[in-house]
C-alpha cells in the first residue's frame, strides 16, 4: 500500500479504530530514515539525546541547539512519520513568550510537525494553551517527567497511591482541555494507564505504562541494545547491536593489523608509467 504522511487526524482516527501507535526516538538523520521507513507513526526527537548521545547523566544539561541541531538532522531523513522535538529544560518554563518562541523554533528552524512538552501543573498548562494558541501542536507527558525527577522523588513508578493517582488523571483532563494532541505516560501503573486511555478522547502513549495505552514508545537506543548504561525494567531489547558494534570493530581492528584491510579490491590503481620514478627525482 502507498504509504502517506502521518497527520493528526491519523492518530486521532487510530485511537478510535483501537488500532495502535508506535512512536520511537530518534537523534540524527540515519537513524531518523531507517526508522521511517521501517513504518512507526510518530518519531521523536526525545531530549534523551542528552543520556543516550551525549553522555550526560540525565536530560537537564541538554540546550535548545542541541535539540534543533538534531531534530533538524532527524527531519531530513523522515517523510512519512509525524515528527515531535522534545522541549528541553527551561525552555518552557520561564514565560509563555519564551516557551513560544522556542516552540516556534522546533517548527520554523528544525521543520518538526509538534513539540513534547513535560509536566502537568498549572503553569505547564497555562503555557501549553499559549503554545496551541500560537498554531503548534503540543504532546503532553505525565508521570515520571524525568527534567523534574527531583521533584518527584527520583526516577520512581508515579501514580501509585489514590491521591497520586487522582493528581495524574486531573493532569491528563487538564492536558486534553488545553488542547494537546496526543499524551505520553512514563512509568505510571497499567491499570491507572489503561483507566485514563479510556477516558480521554486523544491517544496515549505508554512507556513503562503498560498495553492498555493506545500507544507505546521507547528509546531507540534501548530497543537496539546500543545504550550500556542501566535498562529500566520496561523495555524489551530487540536486538544486540551494542554487541555487534563492538565485535565489527574489533575485527577491523585486528585485520588492519594482520594486513588484511584494505584488499586489492579497496585500492586504487595507478598505471605503472605514471608513477614518478624516486631514483630521477632531485
Ligand atoms: O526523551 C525521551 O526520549 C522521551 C521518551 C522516553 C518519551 O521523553
Redesign the pocket.
Known amino acids: 500500500m502507498q504509504r502517506k504522511k502521518i497527520s493528526l487526524s491519523d492518530l486521532l482516527k487510530m485511537k478510535s479504530n483501537g488500532e495502535k501507535i508506535t512512536m520511537l526516538?530518534a537523534y540524527d538523520y540515519p537513524f531518523g530514515k531507517l526508522i521511517d521507513h521501517a513504518g512507526v507513526e510518530i518519531i521523536?526527537v526525545?531530549?534523551?539525546?542528552g543520556n543516550v548521545v551525549l553522555g550526560y547523566d540525565n536530560?537537564v544539561p541538554v540546550t535548545m541547539d542541541e535539540m534543533l541541531h538534531h531534530s533538524k538532522a532527524v527531519r531530513k531523513g523522515v517523510e512519512f512519520a509525524f515528527l515531535v522535538s522534545?522541549m528541553p529544560f527551561m525552555s518552557f518554563n520561564v514565560s509563555c513568550e519564551h516557551a513560544i518562541i522556542n516552540a516556534g523554533r522546533f517548527i520554523k528552524e528544525a521543520g518538526a510537525d509538534a513539540v513534547?512538552i513535560?509536566g502537568g501543573t498549572n503553569a505547564v498548562v497555562e503555557t501549553i494553551k499559549a503554545i496551541i494558541a500560537a498554531g503548534i501542536p503540543v504532546m503532553g507527558?505525565l508521570g515520571l517527567t524525568?527534567q523534574t525527577a527531583p521533584m518527584l522523588g527520583g526516577y520512581k513508578v508515579q501514580g501509585k497511591d489514590r491521591e497520586s493517582a487522582e493528581k495524574i488523571l486531573n493532569q491528563a483532563l487538564a492536558l486534553e482541555s488545553a488542547g494537546c494532541f496526543c499524551i505520553?505516560f512514563?512509568c505510571v501503573p497499567d491499570k491507572l494507564a489503561g483507566l485514563i486511555t479510556k477516558k480521554l478522547r486523544i491517544p496515549t502513549i505508554g512507556?513503562g505504562a503498560g498495553a492498555e495505552c493506545d500507544g507505546q514508545?521507547l528509546?531507540i537506543h534501548d530497543l537496539l541494545g546500543i545504550n550500556n548504561k542501566f535498562m529500566p525494567k520496561f523495555v524489551r531489547q530487540y536486538a544486540n547491536l551494542g554487541e555487534v558494534i563492538t565485535q565489527s570493530v574489533q575485527d577491523y581492528i585486528c585485520e588492519v593489523k594482520q594486513k588484511k584491510f584494505p584488499a586489492e579490491e579497496h585500492c586504487f590503481k595507478i598505471n605503472a608509467d605514471n608513477l614518478p620514478n624516486l631514483y630521477t627525482q632531485t
Open positions: 526516538t521523536l526525545g531530549d534523551s539525546l536530560p522534545d513534547k513535560e507527558h524525568p505520553v512514563e512507556i514508545v528509546v
